[in-house]
């Protein structure tokens, strides 16, 4: 029964601090992941461990012993480490590579063995690298050699094993099949697993728990549906995703949506009058363009409702599949007031949502520049028999704009940012 | 999951190990050879056949099987000039292979040789203050200044660099190297002052630093073959730690090896077997640093077989190189270092072209 404690670590580079009390353990059987932004320490909790950077401060047992105060050779029976890369300014053959796993259990004086040739070629083939067993590793792809650096660690035949990243250089395929196999040991061989990953949906798939790693402190530690919360990514990482159970595979799936622009903002607001996800691409533009952004009347549970929410875009919504009470249009048009350009997507219209065109030729009225972003598709989009494309010809014809892409909105929009700031100058000079 | 029935690899695997015994065996043979070859050699002329009957007849037991006398003169000569000779060259050529292999497996580098931390620079310098000016001091009763000297100042050079690179965290190799090359600046330095305030005595640093074994004799193999037989002999029982070294320091720990406490033993015994080589041989290029690249291509990378087979090549080398020396242009005699890059280089770079594994050095 080995177990890994590891309490209150403080690591050092330098004067830098990498580490700042790390505590956990992990017992065999165990896989247990490590993630966290470059420079978070991910790496360092791996080489304190295999005992390449001593802590100032703290310990690190198996079972009882520090591993500081064992043998080197002691701790490289029980301990293997897959390193993220490997030199390769050598010409040994692949086999020769993974017979070096099984240096600490050899004797100084012995050449290795059968039994150790065995082990060898066992773990050779688990990882399917035995069929270039002969081959010098200097002629092996990247993904190759990562799969014999693999058996090397399993020749050593250890109870506990540190991957930093072990799939990095590896294909989809490759990936899989090597985790699967790292699993599998895991769980058959009662293996203690400690890796560092960057891929959240990687570790999701294969940990039973998650450490997550920011400034050399541990932030959360636990499952991946405890760990890996949005609110949790963003506080470390500083993305927004969305965190969602796979409907497929049933593992948690982390998917970035965006890192926030550092772009000024800008003066101008913008209401959406959108639906059915049309709005959605022009939301994330316009926040990273740096301009305010309003939308409504959105229903809840539609795709731009969504989008919305998770880009904190303030909306007037109305109930699912349910048409726009006049409540929810007079709060609309409430928004829409506040904003200094209107824009329309190419939505489809229908009965319930005919009340957003209404607004729409009020707000125009009332002098609000509005935009129509069109695709030439109004007749297939209007389910009012006419009611909707006489509106947006109405829109118009009193002085509403059409514009053909995204792209085209954003630098009309750009147009009119600058003359509206020119205004601002101009009357406060005199 | 053991199988008996061995695969191809695998019975590949364990043929190698009869294949290293084999390839131990010729290179002996050839030494023994070359070796029996040389000793015939040289401006007096002297049948073969008496020449080995004078060896033989001075080892011990098998003295009383040969008969026949031969002059006192050609004894002399064989015995105490050219036997001696021949021993030197086959310790320093064993000396400088061995000591090049480690160092360049030890640093992970291909250009690394003997030389690399400060011998050549300590030695060159102990020997020029020697004979500039005439220091002169006993040792147990023998007189040997320019190799002492040369000896002390390459170990005293080495621990220079090595405490200076040092840190509390242990030696990290490419400070050891930067420092290394900086005390080689420093002292080559010194020597260009010595040189210049030698006066006559020029010629004879000159000579000295081009390497020659002109000056062997039977104090000489006495002296030096302890510290080499120990030095490569301590050396050997690491080889399998220096072959997991080549994977980088930080996976040499993973694997169980205290690199730490190789890296020490290593330098120590390649610097006491480089030191005691010069002192004895003045500076000899190529054999540290070529020969350690032709075993590599011939016999692979690994260490186990990789030593014994430098050593046994270094040897013959050197020999060849040094019986060259001293009667291609008789009576005068060519520093022994010219022809060990006239002809060392030429054979390593066909080999180069000709190699057929993959070798990134």
Same mark, same amino acid.
């Given at each position: 029964m080995v177990t890994l404690r590891i309490s209150g670590i403080d690591c050092y580079y330098g004067s830098i601090k990498a580490l700042d009390n790390v505590n956990f353990s992990v017992r065999e059987g165990e896989?247990?992941? /490590? #993630?966290?932004? =470059?420079?978070?320490? &991910? $790496?360092?909790? #791996?080489?304190? /461990?295999?005992?390449?950077? &001593?802590?100032?401060?703290? $310990? /690190?047992? /198996?079972?009882? !012993? =520090?591993?500081? !105060?064992?043998?080197?050779? !002691?701790?490289?029976?029980?301990?293997?480490?897959?390193?993220?890369?490997?030199?390769?300014?050598?010409?040994? $053959?692949?086999?020769?590579?993974?017979l070096m796993g099984r240096n600490p259990h050899m004797p100084r004086f012995k050449m290795e063995s059968k039994e150790d040739l065995a082990i060898a070629r066992n773990s050779m083939e688990l990882t399917r690298t035995w069929e270039f067993?002969?081959?010098?590793?200097? !002629?092996?792809?990247?993904g190759e050699r990562q799969r014999v650096i693999i058996a090397r660690a399993l020749t050593q035949e250890p109870q506990i094993l540190l991957l930093d990243e072990p799939t990095t250089h590896l294909d989809i395929s490759n990936q899989l099949e090597i985790m699967d196999l790292i699993k599998h040991l895991c769980k058959t061989k009662k293996l203690l697993i400690v890796a560092v990953f960057h891929d959240f949906n990687l570790a999701a798939r294969y940990c039973d728990s998650i450490i997550l790693l920011n400034d050399g402190k541990i932030v959360a530690v636990g499952e991946s549906n405890e760990t890996l919360t949005?609110? =949790?990514?963003?506080?470390?990482?500083?993305v927004d995703t969305i965190v969602k159970k796979h409907p497929i595979t049933g593992f948690l799936h982390v998917i970035p949506i965006s890192k926030p622009r550092n772009q000024q903002q800008k003066s101008l607001s913008i209401h959406l009058i959108s639906g059915g996800g049309t709005g959605s691409p022009v939301m994330k533009t316009l926040l990273d363009e740096g301009y305010r952004v309003t939308a409504g009347v959105l229903n809840l549970l539609d795709t731009d409702q969504e989008t919305a929410q998770l880009l904190k875009i303030p909306t007037t919504s109305e109930a699912p599949f349910s048409p726009i009470t006049e409540e929810a249009h007079r709060a609309n048009l409430k928004m829409i007031r506040k904003a200094n350009v209107l824009v329309i997507t190419p939505t489809q219209f229908g009965a319930g949502n005919l009340k957003n065109l209404n607004a729409a030729e009020t707000a125009l009225k009332e002098g609000i520049p509005t935009i129509l972003l069109e695709d030439g598709s109004i007749e297939e989009r209007d389910f009012t028999n006419g009611k909707a494309t006489n509106y947006l010809t109405k829109l118009k014809n009193n002085g509403a704009i059409t514009v053909k892409s995204t792209s085209e909105l954003v630098h009309f929009l750009d147009k009119l940012e600058n003359k509206n700031n020119k205004n601002f100058h101009q009357k406060k000079e005199p | 999951m053991t199988s008996m029935n061995l695969s191809k690899a695998e019975a590949d695997y364990f043929k190698r190990f009869a294949r290293w015994k084999i390839i131990v065996i010729l290179l +002996?043979?050839?030494?023994?050879? +070359?070796?029996?070859?040389?000793v015939t050699i040289g401006p007096m002329q002297i049948p073969?056949?008496?020449?080995?009957?004078?060896?033989?007849k001075n080892i011990p037991f098998l003295g009383d099987l040969v008969r026949g006398g031969s002059s006192s003169i050609d004894e002399v000569v064989v015995l105490q000039v050219r036997l001696p000779r021949v021993l030197a060259a086959a310790i320093v050529g064993i000396a400088l292979a061995v000591a090049g292999v480690v160092l360049q497996g030890l640093f992970r580098n291909p250009m690394a040789d003997p030389y690399l931390i400060g011998i050549s620079a300590g030695a060159s310098l102990g020997a020029s203050l020697a004979i500039a000016f005439g220091i002169s001091f006993s040792f147990f009763g023998l007189i040997y200044s320019i190799p002492l000297m040369a000896f002390v100042f390459a170990l005293g050079t080495v621990l220079l660099v090595y405490s200076v690179a040092r840190t509390g965290q242990g030696v990290q190799m490419l400070t050891l190297l930067l420092v290394g090359i900086a005390v080689n600046s420093f002292l080559l330095a010194i020597m260009a002052i010595v040189r210049i305030v030698s006066g006559d005595a020029i010629h004879a640093i000159m000579a000295w630093l081009l390497g020659s074994l002109v000056a062997s004799n039977w104090d000489y193999v006495k002296i030096v073959l302890p510290f080499v037989v120990i030095g490569v002999a301590l050396i050997y029982v690491f080889a399998k730690d220096l072959n997991i070294m080549l994977l980088g320091e930080e996976e040499a720990r993973h694997l169980g090896v205290d690199t730490e406490r190789l890296k020490r033993i290593m330098l120590v015994s390649a610097t006491l077997i480089t030191a005691a080589a010069v002192s004895i041989s003045g500076i000899i290029g190529f054999v540290g640093l070529i020969v350690p690249h032709i075993a590599r291509i011939l016999v692979g990378p690994d260490h186990r077989i990789l030593i014994p087979s430098s050593?046994?090549?270094?040897?013959?080398?050197?020999?060849?190189c040094d019986t060259i020396a001293r009667t291609i242009v008789r009576p005068v005699e060519l520093p022994v270092g010219i022809f060990t890059s006239l002809l060392g280089c030429p054979f390593f770079i066909y080999l180069l072209r000709k190699r057929k594994r993959s070798v990134i050095w």
């Amino acid at each position: 029964m080995v177990t890994l404690r590891i309490s209150g670590i403080d690591c050092y580079y330098g004067s830098i601090k990498a580490l700042d009390n790390v505590n956990f353990s992990v017992r065999e059987g165990e896989f247990v992941g /490590i #993630l966290g932004p =470059n420079g978070s320490g &991910k $790496t360092t909790v #791996l080489r304190s /461990i295999s005992r390449v950077l &001593k802590p100032h401060k703290g $310990t /690190i047992l /198996i079972g009882d !012993e =520090n591993i500081y !105060e064992m043998k080197t050779v !002691e701790v490289a029976k029980q301990l293997a480490v897959v390193p993220q890369s490997t030199p390769v300014t050598f010409d040994f $053959t692949s086999l020769e590579v993974v017979l070096m796993g099984r240096n600490p259990h050899m004797p100084r004086f012995k050449m290795e063995s059968k039994e150790d040739l065995a082990i060898a070629r066992n773990s050779m083939e688990l990882t399917r690298t035995w069929e270039f067993a002969d081959r010098p590793v200097t !002629e092996l792809s990247g993904g190759e050699r990562q799969r014999v650096i693999i058996a090397r660690a399993l020749t050593q035949e250890p109870q506990i094993l540190l991957l930093d990243e072990p799939t990095t250089h590896l294909d989809i395929s490759n990936q899989l099949e090597i985790m699967d196999l790292i699993k599998h040991l895991c769980k058959t061989k009662k293996l203690l697993i400690v890796a560092v990953f960057h891929d959240f949906n990687l570790a999701a798939r294969y940990c039973d728990s998650i450490i997550l790693l920011n400034d050399g402190k541990i932030v959360a530690v636990g499952e991946s549906n405890e760990t890996l919360t949005s609110q =949790n990514v963003r506080k470390v990482f500083s993305v927004d995703t969305i965190v969602k159970k796979h409907p497929i595979t049933g593992f948690l799936h982390v998917i970035p949506i965006s890192k926030p622009r550092n772009q000024q903002q800008k003066s101008l607001s913008i209401h959406l009058i959108s639906g059915g996800g049309t709005g959605s691409p022009v939301m994330k533009t316009l926040l990273d363009e740096g301009y305010r952004v309003t939308a409504g009347v959105l229903n809840l549970l539609d795709t731009d409702q969504e989008t919305a929410q998770l880009l904190k875009i303030p909306t007037t919504s109305e109930a699912p599949f349910s048409p726009i009470t006049e409540e929810a249009h007079r709060a609309n048009l409430k928004m829409i007031r506040k904003a200094n350009v209107l824009v329309i997507t190419p939505t489809q219209f229908g009965a319930g949502n005919l009340k957003n065109l209404n607004a729409a030729e009020t707000a125009l009225k009332e002098g609000i520049p509005t935009i129509l972003l069109e695709d030439g598709s109004i007749e297939e989009r209007d389910f009012t028999n006419g009611k909707a494309t006489n509106y947006l010809t109405k829109l118009k014809n009193n002085g509403a704009i059409t514009v053909k892409s995204t792209s085209e909105l954003v630098h009309f929009l750009d147009k009119l940012e600058n003359k509206n700031n020119k205004n601002f100058h101009q009357k406060k000079e005199p | 999951m053991t199988s008996m029935n061995l695969s191809k690899a695998e019975a590949d695997y364990f043929k190698r190990f009869a294949r290293w015994k084999i390839i131990v065996i010729l290179l +002996t043979l050839a030494l023994i050879l +070359t070796i029996a070859f040389a000793v015939t050699i040289g401006p007096m002329q002297i049948p073969p056949l008496d020449v080995y009957k004078i060896i033989i007849k001075n080892i011990p037991f098998l003295g009383d099987l040969v008969r026949g006398g031969s002059s006192s003169i050609d004894e002399v000569v064989v015995l105490q000039v050219r036997l001696p000779r021949v021993l030197a060259a086959a310790i320093v050529g064993i000396a400088l292979a061995v000591a090049g292999v480690v160092l360049q497996g030890l640093f992970r580098n291909p250009m690394a040789d003997p030389y690399l931390i400060g011998i050549s620079a300590g030695a060159s310098l102990g020997a020029s203050l020697a004979i500039a000016f005439g220091i002169s001091f006993s040792f147990f009763g023998l007189i040997y200044s320019i190799p002492l000297m040369a000896f002390v100042f390459a170990l005293g050079t080495v621990l220079l660099v090595y405490s200076v690179a040092r840190t509390g965290q242990g030696v990290q190799m490419l400070t050891l190297l930067l420092v290394g090359i900086a005390v080689n600046s420093f002292l080559l330095a010194i020597m260009a002052i010595v040189r210049i305030v030698s006066g006559d005595a020029i010629h004879a640093i000159m000579a000295w630093l081009l390497g020659s074994l002109v000056a062997s004799n039977w104090d000489y193999v006495k002296i030096v073959l302890p510290f080499v037989v120990i030095g490569v002999a301590l050396i050997y029982v690491f080889a399998k730690d220096l072959n997991i070294m080549l994977l980088g320091e930080e996976e040499a720990r993973h694997l169980g090896v205290d690199t730490e406490r190789l890296k020490r033993i290593m330098l120590v015994s390649a610097t006491l077997i480089t030191a005691a080589a010069v002192s004895i041989s003045g500076i000899i290029g190529f054999v540290g640093l070529i020969v350690p690249h032709i075993a590599r291509i011939l016999v692979g990378p690994d260490h186990r077989i990789l030593i014994p087979s430098s050593a046994l090549a270094g040897a013959i080398v050197l020999i060849l190189c040094d019986t060259i020396a001293r009667t291609i242009v008789r009576p005068v005699e060519l520093p022994v270092g010219i022809f060990t890059s006239l002809l060392g280089c030429p054979f390593f770079i066909y080999l180069l072209r000709k190699r057929k594994r993959s070798v990134i050095w």
